[in-house]
C-alpha cells in the first residue's frame, strides 16, 4: 500500500512540473521580436538605380534632339555681319552727314531690328527720311522718337522742320513751342535756343504775325551761344517792312551785310564765297528800295551802287543791266516813283548757304566801309 501513493505522488510531481514550462509568456515575445532584414533595403536601391538610368537616358535623348547637325558650307562673314546695333547707328549717322542718304537709311534700320534702337537711331532715320523726300516714313520716325521719349527737343524740332515742309504751319508752330519748352528744362547738345528763336520767328513771319516775328528774332540775336545768321537780320528786316518801320528794316539790311562780309572772310570755297556775295547784293536792293520810299534817294543810290559793284564780281550780267538802268533813273533831275517793298512769302525751309567767290569779297568789304 506504501509503494502504490509514493509511485503517485511522483506522478503527480511530474505533471505539475511540465505545465509552467508550456505555458510560459516569455515564449511568445521572443517569436514576435522585429529583426532587420538586408534584402529588404536592397530591393529599394535596386528601384533607385532604375529610375536613375531611365531619367538619364530621356535627358540624353532630349539634348541630341536640339543639337542640329554642323553644316559644312562655307559661309562667308562680311563686315555688315560683324557690327552691332551701336556700329550701325554710327555707320549710318557718317553716311547720313556725307549725303548718303539710302544708306544711312539702311543702316539705321539695322540698327532699329536689332531692338536695341534708342530714340536718336529713329531721329536720325527720321532726318535721312526727310531729306529723301519720303514725308511719311520721316513723321513715323519722329512720331516714334517722341513716343518713347516724349520730352525730346530734337525730335520736337525736326518734326517742325517736317511739318514746315508740309505748310502745315500750326503743327509747326506747336513743335517749335514744345522744342523751345523741352530745351529750356532739359538742353540738348545738339540744339541751341538762338536757333529755336530763329526757327520759331520764321513761322511767325510766314504765318503774318509780324509782331512775334520781330520778338522770336529779337531772342534769337540777343542769345549769347552760337554764331549770328545774317539770315535773322534779313528777315527780322522783312518783319519791319510788313509793319512799316523801314528805318529799322534798313538797320538790319545793313547788320546782315556786315555779318556776311566777315563770313566771307572765311569761307572755305569759292562757291560759298559766291553766295554769300550774292545774298549780300539782294540786301543791297532791298535797303535801296526803302531809301527811296522814305525819300533818301542819295542812300538808294548808294545802296544800288553797292549791289552793282557786287553784280559785276559774279559776272552776273543779267543783274548788272537791270541795276544800271535804276542807277540811271535815280542820276535824271526828276525824282522817280517809290519803289514798294515786296511782302515776305513763305519759302523752304531755309538751308545753310555756300560763302562767295574772292572779287565778290572786295566788293562787300568795300560797299560796307563806304556806308559806314
Request: charged content about 20%; hydrophobic content about 40%.
Amino acid at each position: 500500500m506504501k509503494k502504490t501513493s509514493v509511485k503517485k505522488s511522483a506522478n503527480k510531481k511530474n505533471r505539475v512540473t511540465v505545465r509552467p514550462v508550456a505555458s510560459k509568456p516569455t515564449v511568445k515575445q521572443n517569436k514576435s521580436k522585429p529583426c532587420f532584414n538586408p534584402w529588404s533595403l536592397s530591393i529599394y536601391v535596386y528601384w533607385f538605380i532604375i529610375l536613375f538610368f531611365i531619367a538619364a537616358t530621356f535627358y540624353i535623348l532630349g539634348r541630341a534632339h536640339n543639337i542640329q547637325p554642323a553644316t559644312t558650307t562655307n559661309v562667308e562673314i562680311t563686315e555688315e555681319a560683324l557690327l552691332q546695333s551701336g556700329d550701325y547707328y554710327d555707320s549710318g549717322k557718317t553716311k547720313l552727314l556725307a549725303g548718303e542718304l539710302d544708306a544711312a537709311i539702311v543702316d539705321l534700320t539695322a540698327a532699329i531690328d536689332s531692338g536695341a534702337a534708342s530714340v536718336d537711331t529713329y531721329i536720325l532715320r527720321g532726318e535721312a527720311y526727310m531729306q529723301s523726300g519720303n514725308y511719311r516714313s520721316s513723321m513715323a520716325d519722329f512720331n516714334a522718337a517722341l513716343a518713347k521719349d516724349p520730352a525730346n527737343a530734337v525730335a520736337y524740332y525736326d518734326r517742325s522742320l517736317l511739318n514746315t515742309r508740309l505748310e502745315d504751319y500750326g503743327d509747326a508752330m506747336n513743335d517749335i513751342n514744345n522744342a523751345l519748352a523741352a530745351n529750356t528744362s532739359n538742353p540738348s547738345p545738339v540744339l541751341q535756343m538762338r536757333d529755336l528763336y530763329a526757327k520759331r520767328g520764321q513761322l511767325n513771319l510766314w504765318m503774318k504775325n509780324w509782331q512775334g516775328a520781330v520778338a522770336d528774332y529779337t531772342n534769337s540775336l540777343a542769345r549769347p551761344e552760337g554764331t549770328v545768321n545774317p539770315t535773322v537780320y534779313a528777315e527780322r528786316a522783312e518783319a519791319y517792312t510788313a509793319l512799316g518801320n523801314y528805318g529799322e528794316a534798313i538797320n538790319d539790311y545793313a547788320s546782315a551785310i556786315r555779318v556776311i562780309s566777315e563770313q566771307i572772310q572765311g569761307a572755305p570755297s569759292m562757291d560759298e564765297r559766291e553766295s554769300l556775295s550774292s545774298r549780300a547784293m539782294s540786301y543791297f536792293e532791298k535797303s535801296a528800295a526803302l531809301n527811296l520810299n522814305l525819300g533818301n534817294i542819295d542812300a538808294a543810290r548808294t545802296d544800288l551802287e553797292s549791289a552793282y559793284t557786287i553784280g559785276v564780281a559774279l559776272n552776273d550780267s543779267e543783274t548788272v543791266t537791270r541795276l544800271q538802268g535804276l542807277i540811271t533813273e535815280l542820276n535824271q533831275p526828276t525824282e522817280p516813283a517809290p519803289v514798294a517793298p515786296v511782302e515776305p512769302t513763305p519759302e523752304p525751309v531755309a538751308q545753310p548757304e555756300p560763302a562767295q567767290a574772292p572779287v565778290a569779297e572786295v566788293a562787300v568789304t568795300e560797299t560796307v566801309t563806304e556806308n559806314n
